[in-house]
């Protein structure tokens, strides 16, 4: 895969990337099962304002996405965008150490875990993803201190999914107008509310004129339905 900054490198900042319309295979065959080995992209220490964009991952020993910090080091990986990708036949999805992500308009299918799984004080706004037929105990995950906002996505889980999302280790994870497909209201496990103060620098960093909003109550099918079509046929590089 493709890494920018490197483990006990705390000098060099690395900043303003855009990856565009790119495949990152990985060549695994078996990606059902687990593996510490490469990721797509990794994110090291002094790495901001990323933007990761029409872009698809399948096939990775480890993840598609994986960003980290060293453990004596404060500034973790920010500002970082991944919009209309497409993660699919991976382990793990996205296992972010990393603040401020915006994760919009992705689809994730037949992953095991991590369609995000946020880590140790970082945080991540989902909002319009497609996410099904995740086959782990759950596919969304907040821990250490970390907060993630899921805001009006689409779940599909598949007779293997067990759980959509949970927190621990004082993360927060927040449920935020999110459904089922076919059309029927949601909830996550071991939710609570992620701060104020994040949610509303989230909602203002994605934007109120590109978020989908459609009706949760009741259920505005058609729009979902909409939103749910055009995920999938946007998602991934062309």
């Known amino acids: 895969g493709i890494s920018l900054g490197r483990q006990n490198d705390q000098s060099t900042v690395i900043h303003d990337v855009i990856f ?3 495949t990152f295979d990985g060549g695994w065959s078996t990606p059902n099962e687990d593996g510490e080995g ?3 992209i990794h994110l090291q ?3 901001y304002n990323v933007w990761i964009h029409q872009c698809t991952f399948y096939h990775w020993i480890d993840g598609g996405i994986d960003s980290r910090n060293d453990d004596d080091f404060e500034l973790m990986p920010h500002d970082i965008s991944v919009t209309n990708s497409h993660f699919h036949h991976i382990n793990q999805g996205l296992l972010l150490e990393a603040q401020r992500l915006t994760f ?3 689809l994730c299918d037949h992953l095991n875990v991590r369609c995000v799984k946020s880590i140790d004080g970082g945080s991540a706004h989902m909002v319009n993803n497609v996410i099904m037929s995740w086959r782990g105990i ?3 995950y907040a821990k250490g201190d970390s907060e993630i906002l899921v805001d009006h996505n689409i779940f599909q889980p598949s007779r293997e999914s067990r759980l959509a ?4 280790g004082g993360g927060l994870l927040q449920d935020l107008h ?7 209201s949601y ?8 701060s104020s103060e994040f949610k509303t620098e989230a909602q203002a960093l994605y934007g109120d004129d590109r978020k989908v909003d459609c009706a949760h109550s009741p259920l505005d099918q058609n729009c979902w339905q909409n939103l749910y079509d055009e995920v999938i046929e946007e998602a991934g590089a062309r």
């Open 20 to 22: 565009l319309n790119l």
């Open 38 to 40: 490469s990721d797509g």
């Open 45 to 47: 220490n002094q790495v």
């Open 104 to 106: 919009a308009r992705n």
């Open 138 to 140: 759950e596919i969304v």
């Open 165 to 168: 999302g949970r927190a621990t």
């Open 178 to 184: 999110n459904v089922q497909y076919p059309w029927a």
């Open 187 to 194: 909830r996550m496990g071991n939710r609570s509310k992620v």
